[in-house]
């Protein structure tokens, strides 16, 4: 009688998971939360990718030009001329006991970073659609990053602004420790205000044609040109509602030794800034699921 043999059955290789003992992963999709915070685990586990976006838009933005990013100086140079001759000159417009030239290329140097963030930041859903429509990363990080670019021009725009200072003799005290808070506040106001037109130009393409008359008007309504102190303090109160109303005659302060501000209007900016950036967030978290479809 011949012997029968017998196959054992094979088994398979357990599992990397299966061998270390460890459960498997689980993926939990949750609804987003009703509440306006940014996912700051999430946007940090993506900072690589903000990196990428802030280096694409510096590249592309002056990509082909002769001057290159020259144009971040002459930008702000070249209304200062303007403002000098009109309303420095012959307007004798207030400039806090500061000769006029420096007094506005300082306060356009602030100004022309809120107007550019708010400029890239309100067209930065647009500008992508091809990653919006087919790749998942958080959707904060474009107008995020349309912010946080322009601040390479603010930097070679303060190495301008020493030169100005060196050429007109004026010197900051220990005040301009505090110049940082000012560029924060300005910094909160552009990307509140940029997350809501980024969601309404996602279905209104209205918004490109409004924000060019919005930052026209900022100059005077900012007190970029003249200075705030020299109005009656009731409407240095109402211009107050604007952020940058503050921000710029505290970078002003900080940075040329000027006038300190008024302390209670700072606060009033900050709060005011504080609930665009709430607000923005709140409608950008609400507009954000829609955002593939509607593009």
């Known amino acids: 009688m011949s012997e029968t ?12 998971a299966e061998r270390s003992g460890a459960a498997p ?5 949750a609804p987003p939360s009703r509440w306006p915070r940014p996912d700051v685990p999430e946007l940090w586990r993506f900072r690589e990718l903000m990196a990428v976006f802030v280096w694409r838009d510096l590249k592309v933005r002056y990509k082909q030009t002769h001057i290159g990013i020259g144009w971040a100086l ?41 107007s550019s963030a708010l400029s890239v930041s309100s067209g930065s859903l647009v500008a992508n659609v091809g990653l919006i429509t087919k790749v998942y990363f958080p959707r ?11 601040l390479v021009d603010l930097t070679l725009g303060v190495g301008m602004l020493v030169v100005a200072m060196a050429i007109f003799h004026t010197w900051p005290s220990v005040a301009v420790l505090a110049a940082p808070l000012f560029v924060v506040m300005a910094f909160v106001t552009a990307f509140g205000v940029g997350l809501v037109f980024a969601a309404l130009n996602v279905r209104y393409r209205d918004i490109p044609y409004v924000i060019p008359i919005f930052i026209q008007l900022l100059p005077y309504a900012s007190g970029v040109v003249f200075a705030v102190s020299a109005l009656a303090p009731t409407y240095q109160w109402i211009l107050a509602l604007n952020p940058i109303t503050s921000a ?10 000027g006038p300190p501000p008024v302390w ?9 800034a504080l609930l665009l950036l709430v607000g923005g967030l709140a409608f950008f978290k609400r507009a954000e699921p829609k955002f593939a479809d509607t593009i």
Do not use: E, H
């Open 264 to 272: 209670g209007q700072v606060a009033l900016s900050a709060a005011v």
């Open 5 to 16: 043999q017998v196959q054992a059955p094979q088994r398979q290789a357990p599992a990397p």
């Open 74 to 114: 002459l930008q702000p140079i070249l209304p200062t001329v303007v403002f000098t001759l009109v309303l420095g000159k012959f307007a004798n417009a207030p400039s806090d006991r500061l000769q006029y030239p420096i007094f506005a290329f300082a306060g356009l140097l602030l100004l022309q970073y809120f």
């Open 248 to 257: 710029v005659w505290g970078w002003r302060w900080a940075m040329l030794d």
């Open 25 to 29: 992963p689980v993926t939990i999709i």
């Open 140 to 150: 904060l990080l474009l107008p995020l990053a349309a912010v946080t670019t322009p």
